[in-house]
C-alpha cells in the first residue's frame, strides 16, 4: 500500500507561485575617475581675524563698547605720558650738555686761543728786551705754553675720536714743541747779540700766525658749532607731546560727555581724575618748557653772545701787541706789496677789529657791570694807539731806543705794554661777569625741566588707572 505525502501536492483552485515583478531599471553610469585631489573645505579663519570678529561683536553692545573706549583711553594716556617723558629727557640732557660740557668747552677752546696768542706776545717782548729778559717776562711765557697745553689735554679727552676737532688737536699738539723750539733758539742767539736770533722769531711767529693760530680758532668755531647744537636741541618745541597731550585731553572729554548722556551722571570719578592727571601734565609740559626755552635764550643771547664777541676782542688784542713788538724786531725786514712795514700794517688790522668788537660788545652788554670793563678797555685803546703812534715816529725817524722805550717801557716813557695790559685786565673782568650770567640763565632754564620726564611719566600711570577704574565703574553695572 502506498501513501501520498501530506501537502506534496498544490491545494485545489491554486497554481504554482509565481515570481514578483520588478521593473526594468537602467544601468548607473559608473563614477568618474578621479582627476586630482578632493576639494578642500572652507579656509580657517586666523586667531587675529576671530579676534576681529569678536571685536566687531562686542561693539554692538554697550559693556563691549565700554571696554573699547577703556582700553583707547589708557592707552592714550600712557603715550601721552611716555612721549613727554622721552622728549623733555632729551630736552633736559641737551641743556645738561650746554651748560656743564659745549658751553665750557668752547671757552676752554678760546682759552687754548688766548694761551698760544700771548704766548707768542710774550716771547716777543722778551725778545725786545734782549739779554735783560724781565723774570715776568719769562714766567708769563712759560706760563702760556703750559695753559695751552693743558687745553688741549682736556679738549682731546673731551672730544669725539676721529672728528675734525681731535684732528685739530693733534695737529696743536704736534706744533706746539716746534714753535717752542723755534722761540728757545731765537732767545739763545738774542742774548749772544747774533741777528740770526730775530730771523727765528719772525719765522716762530710765521708758524704761529699762519699755522697754529688759525687751528686753534677752527677748534674754538667747531666748539662753538657743538655749542649751537645743544642749544637747537633743548629749545625745540616738543610738538608731538603736545599734539598728543592734546588728543588725550580731548577724548576723555567725548568719554565723560558720552557718560552723561547715557546715565545722566554729571561725573565719573575715575575719567575726572584721568582728565586731571592729563591736565596737570600738558600745563607742565607747555609752561616748564616755555621758561626753560626762554631762559636758554637769554643764556644765549646775554651770555654765549657777549662772551664770543669778548673773545674776540681779547684775540685782536693779543695779536695787536705781537705784531706791534714784531715791528720792532724786523726793523722793517718785511714789507706789505705797499711797501709798508708788514707788522705794523697787521697791527692797524687788528686794532680796527679790537675797536668793532668793543664797540659790539659795548651795546651788547645789558648792566652796568658788564659795561662799566668794556668801556675801561676802549679808554685804555685808545691811549694805546696814541702810545703806538709815537713810537712809530720815534722809529721813523731813525731813534729806535726812543721807540722801543715807548713800547716796553723805561723810567722816561709810558710804555704801550701798560695800555695793553689794562684791556686785557678789564676784558677778562667783563668775561668772568658774562659767563656768570650765563650761568645763571642755563641753570634756571635747565631747572625748569628738571622733574618733568618722572613727573610725566608717574602721572601718566596715574591718569591710565583712573580711566580704567572709572570705565571698570560702569561695566559693573551690568553684571
Same mark, same amino acid.
Given at each position: 500500500?502506498?501513501?501520498?505525502?501530506?501537502?506534496?501536492?498544490?491545494?485545489?483552485?491554486?497554481?504554482?507561485?509565481?515570481?514578483?515583478?520588478?521593473?526594468?531599471?537602467?544601468?548607473?553610469?559608473?563614477?568618474?575617475?578621479?582627476?586630482?585631489?578632493?576639494?578642500?573645505?572652507?579656509?580657517?579663519?586666523?586667531?587675529?581675524?576671530?579676534?576681529?570678529?569678536?571685536?566687531?561683536?562686542?561693539?554692538?553692545?554697550?559693556?563691549?563698547?565700554?571696554?573699547?573706549?577703556?582700553?583707547?583711553?589708557?592707552?592714550?594716556?600712557?603715550?601721552?605720558?611716555?612721549?613727554?617723558?622721552?622728549?623733555?629727557?632729551?630736552?633736559?640732557?641737551?641743556?645738561?650738555?650746554?651748560?656743564?660740557?659745549?658751553?665750557?668747552?668752547?671757552?676752554?677752546?678760546?682759552?687754548?686761543?688766548?694761551?698760544?696768542?700771548?704766548?707768542?706776545?710774550?716771547?716777543?717782548?722778551?725778545?725786545?728786551?734782549?739779554?735783560?729778559?724781565?723774570?715776568?717776562?719769562?714766567?708769563?711765557?712759560?706760563?702760556?705754553?703750559?695753559?695751552?697745553? $693743558?687745553?688741549?689735554?682736556?679738549?682731546?679727552?673731551?672730544?669725539?675720536?676721529?672728528?675734525?676737532?681731535?684732528?685739530?688737536?693733534?695737529?696743536?699738539?704736534?706744533?706746539?714743541?716746534?714753535?717752542?723750539?723755534?722761540?728757545?733758539?731765537?732767545?739763545?742767539?738774542?742774548?749772544?747779540?747774533?741777528?740770526?736770533?730775530?730771523?727765528?722769531?719772525?719765522?716762530?711767529?710765521?708758524?704761529?700766525?699762519?699755522?697754529?693760530?688759525?687751528?686753534?680758532?677752527?677748534?674754538?668755531?667747531?666748539?662753538?658749532?657743538?655749542?649751537?647744537?645743544?642749544?637747537?636741541?633743548?629749545?625745540?618745541?616738543?610738538?608731538?607731546?603736545?599734539?598728543?597731550?592734546?588728543?588725550?585731553?580731548?577724548?576723555?572729554?567725548?568719554?565723560?560727555?558720552?557718560?552723561?548722556?547715557?546715565?545722566?551722571?554729571?561725573?565719573?570719578?575715575?575719567?575726572?581724575?584721568?582728565?586731571?592727571?592729563?591736565?596737570?601734565?600738558?600745563?607742565?609740559?607747555?609752561?616748564?618748557?616755555?621758561?626753560?626755552?626762554?631762559?636758554?635764550?637769554?643764556?644765549?643771547?646775554?651770555?654765549?653772545?657777549?662772551?664770543?664777541?669778548?673773545?674776540?676782542?681779547?684775540?685782536?688784542?693779543?695779536?695787536?701787541?705781537?705784531?706791534?713788538?714784531?715791528?720792532?724786531?724786523?726793523?722793517?725786514?718785511?714789507?706789505?706789496?705797499?711797501?709798508?712795514?708788514?707788522?705794523?700794517?697787521?697791527?692797524?688790522?687788528?686794532?680796527?677789529?679790537?675797536?668793532?668788537?668793543?664797540?659790539?660788545?659795548?651795546?651788547?652788554?645789558?648792566?652796568?657791570?658788564?659795561?662799566?670793563?668794556?668801556?675801561?678797555?676802549?679808554?685804555?685803546?685808545?691811549?694805546?694807539?696814541?702810545?703806538?703812534?709815537?713810537?712809530?715816529?720815534?722809529?721813523? $725817524?731813525?731813534?729806535?731806543?726812543?721807540?722801543?722805550?715807548?713800547?716796553?717801557?723805561?723810567?722816561?716813557?709810558?710804555?704801550?705794554?701798560?695800555?695793553? $695790559?689794562?684791556?686785557?685786565?678789564?676784558?677778562?673782568?667783563?668775561?668772568?661777569?658774562?659767563?656768570?650770567?650765563?650761568?645763571?640763565?642755563?641753570?634756571?632754564?635747565? $631747572?625748569?625741566?628738571?622733574?618733568?620726564?618722572?613727573?610725566?611719566?608717574?602721572?601718566?600711570?596715574?591718569?591710565?588707572?583712573?580711566?580704567?577704574?572709572?570705565?571698570?565703574?560702569?561695566?559693573?553695572?551690568?553684571?
Amino acid at each position: 500500500m502506498t501513501y501520498t505525502s501530506k501537502g506534496s501536492a498544490a491545494p485545489p483552485g491554486q497554481g504554482a507561485p509565481t515570481a514578483l515583478a520588478v521593473p526594468p531599471q537602467a544601468a548607473r553610469p559608473a563614477p568618474p575617475a578621479a582627476s586630482g585631489p578632493p576639494e578642500a573645505g572652507p579656509p580657517r579663519r586666523t586667531a587675529f581675524m576671530e579676534g576681529v570678529d569678536e571685536l566687531r561683536a562686542s561693539a554692538t553692545t554697550e559693556p563691549g563698547r565700554l571696554r573699547i573706549i577703556g582700553a583707547a583711553l589708557a592707552l592714550l594716556v600712557v603715550a601721552f605720558g611716555a612721549v613727554t617723558a622721552w622728549q623733555m629727557s632729551d630736552r633736559s640732557a641737551a641743556a645738561d650738555d650746554v651748560l656743564h660740557s659745549s658751553q665750557p668747552l668752547s671757552a676752554a677752546a678760546a682759552d687754548v686761543y688766548r694761551a698760544l696768542a700771548d704766548a707768542n706776545t710774550a716771547a716777543s717782548s722778551g725778545f725786545l728786551a734782549g739779554g735783560q729778559e724781565t723774570p715776568a717776562s719769562r714766567t708769563r711765557y712759560e706760563k702760556d705754553i703750559r695753559d695751552a697745553a $693743558d687745553g688741549l689735554a682736556g679738549a682731546a679727552t673731551a672730544s669725539d675720536p676721529g672728528s675734525s676737532s681731535a684732528r685739530t688737536i693733534a695737529e696743536l699738539n704736534k706744533l706746539l714743541p716746534e714753535y717752542k723750539g723755534l722761540v728757545e733758539r731765537a732767545r739763545a742767539n738774542n742774548r749772544q747779540g747774533y741777528p740770526l736770533g730775530g730771523a727765528y722769531l719772525r719765522y716762530a711767529n710765521q708758524k704761529m700766525q699762519e699755522e697754529m693760530l688759525p687751528r686753534a680758532e677752527r677748534l674754538y668755531k667747531n666748539e662753538n658749532r657743538r655749542l649751537s647744537d645743544d642749544y637747537d636741541s633743548a629749545v625745540v618745541y616738543p610738538w608731538a607731546a603736545i599734539g598728543l597731550g592734546v588728543l588725550t585731553l580731548g577724548t576723555l572729554v567725548w568719554a565723560q560727555r558720552r557718560n552723561y548722556h547715557r546715565t545722566n551722571r554729571v561725573l565719573n570719578r575715575g575719567l575726572v581724575a584721568a582728565s586731571a592727571a592729563s591736565t596737570v601734565v600738558l600745563l607742565w609740559l607747555v609752561v616748564g618748557h616755555a621758561v626753560a626755552r626762554s631762559e636758554l635764550l637769554a643764556s644765549y643771547n646775554d651770555g654765549v653772545v657777549s662772551v664770543n664777541v669778548l673773545n674776540d676782542a681779547r684775540i685782536a688784542s693779543l695779536k695787536a701787541r705781537g705784531n706791534e713788538n714784531l715791528t720792532l724786531v724786523s726793523r722793517g725786514a718785511e714789507t706789505t706789496e705797499s711797501g709798508d712795514d708788514k707788522f705794523d700794517s697787521d697791527f692797524k688790522g687788528d686794532m680796527k677789529e679790537l675797536s668793532t668788537s668793543l664797540a659790539k660788545a659795548e651795546d651788547i652788554a645789558d648792566d652796568s657791570s658788564g659795561e662799566r670793563p668794556v668801556k675801561a678797555a676802549t679808554g685804555n685803546m685808545k691811549v694805546w694807539l696814541e702810545r703806538h703812534q709815537e713810537a712809530r715816529e720815534a722809529d721813523n $725817524d731813525g731813534d729806535y731806543q726812543a721807540a722801543l722805550s715807548k713800547v716796553i717801557g723805561s723810567e722816561d716813557d709810558k710804555p704801550t705794554w701798560e695800555c695793553f $695790559d689794562s684791556v686785557v685786565k678789564n676784558l677778562e673782568k667783563a668775561l668772568g661777569h658774562e659767563q656768570n650770567e650765563f650761568k645763571l640763565a642755563a641753570s634756571s632754564g635747565r $631747572d625748569a625741566l628738571s622733574g618733568l620726564p618722572v613727573g610725566a611719566a608717574l602721572l601718566a600711570v596715574l591718569g591710565a588707572s583712573g580711566a580704567v577704574l572709572g570705565i571698570g565703574r560702569r561695566l559693573s553695572e551690568y553684571r
